[in-house]
């Protein structure tokens, strides 16, 4: 049971919460993001946890290292000199963590209470390379699934571009929640440090890959990129909407 939280951000929306300190370590509810995340993973099983850090990554490392995780629970600390890219901060985690199997990969700056034990178990029955835990489109960014739920494409400034020759319709719109599991190996064998991972997604899926979403939909789910979303948060545990972990 491995699991990876990205925390390298820079937290540029966050600003000027982020100007002294990472978005891994601003907080909901008086617990750090960061701690939030690891204690979502712990609870759904997981026992080996890798977090990259870049921006005050010597922060992160201050915080990891006082917090007092379980005795079963092996860390990992990638510090990137370099930012880089949500991509590259995998693989780098994933070859120096020796992560071989499916490995869940969770971004620091979302909340939810997605069953992460399903989505990783409809990941390995379907043989699947990377599994996107996804919601009918929201925002302006949105990834294109056909019948298969397989990713076919994106839609940018209001057009759709396929990436994939022969889509089964019907062509849905889908937003990637930022919770996913993934098999390492699509990520070490992509050459170069510094790359997006939907970037390599949408490549891959055009070569072939399984890239494959599944749905969160009737989920609670938000991304809090910015003040705002963190204070909505706030308002939906206060009034019960939604509950930590």
């Known amino acids: 049971m491995q699991a990876m939280i990205l925390a390298a951000g820079l937290g540029t929306r966050l600003r000027p919460l982020t100007q002294g300190y990472p978005k891994a370590l601003i907080c909901l509810a008086g617990r750090p993001l960061l701690q939030i995340a690891?204690?979502?993973?712990?609870?759904?099983?997981?026992?080996?946890?890798?977090?990259?850090?870049?921006h005050h990554a010597d922060q992160i490392a201050a915080f990891l290292s006082r917090w007092p995780k379980p005795d079963d629970v092996e860390l990992h600390l990638s510090q990137e000199p370099e930012l880089l890219n949500t991509g590259g901060g995998i693989k780098r985690m994933a070859a120096a963590a020796g992560y071989e199997g499916p490995v869940l990969v969770h971004n620091?700056?979302?909340?939810?209470?997605?069953?992460?034990n399903r989505l990783a178990k409809i990941h390995c029955d379907s043989g699947a390379d990377v599994t996107l835990a996804t919601l009918?489109?929201?925002?302006e960014r949105a990834l294109l699934f056909d019948g298969r739920d397989q990713l076919v494409g994106y839609r940018?400034?209001?057009q759709r571009i396929l990436t994939a020759s022969t889509p089964q319709?019907?062509?849905?719109?889908?937003e990637f929640c930022g919770i996913q599991v993934i098999d390492p190996r699509l990520f070490l064998s992509r050459p170069g440090a510094v790359f997006s991972s939907i970037d390599l997604y949408?490549?891959?899926?055009?070569?072939?890959?399984?890239?494959?979403?599944?749905?969160?939909?009737?989920?609670?789910?938000?991304?809090?990129?910015?003040?705002?979303?963190?204070?909505?948060?706030?308002?939906?545990?206060?009034?019960?909407?939604?509950?930590?972990?």
Do not use: M
């Open 38 to 54: 690891l204690d979502v993973c712990i609870r759904a099983g997981f026992t080996e946890i890798a977090v990259n850090a870049h």
């Open 136 to 139: 009918s489109c929201q925002s």
């Open 202 to 245: 949408l490549r891959s899926a055009g070569e072939g890959a399984e890239v494959r979403s599944c749905s969160a939909d009737g989920r609670y789910w938000l991304d809090l990129g910015s003040p705002e979303r963190l204070r909505r948060a706030e308002e939906d545990i206060r009034t019960g909407r939604f509950k930590l972990p």
């Open 156 to 158: 940018t400034r209001g």
């Open 108 to 116: 620091v700056d979302v909340v939810s209470n997605i069953d992460l």
């Open 169 to 174: 319709k019907p062509v849905r719109e889908l």
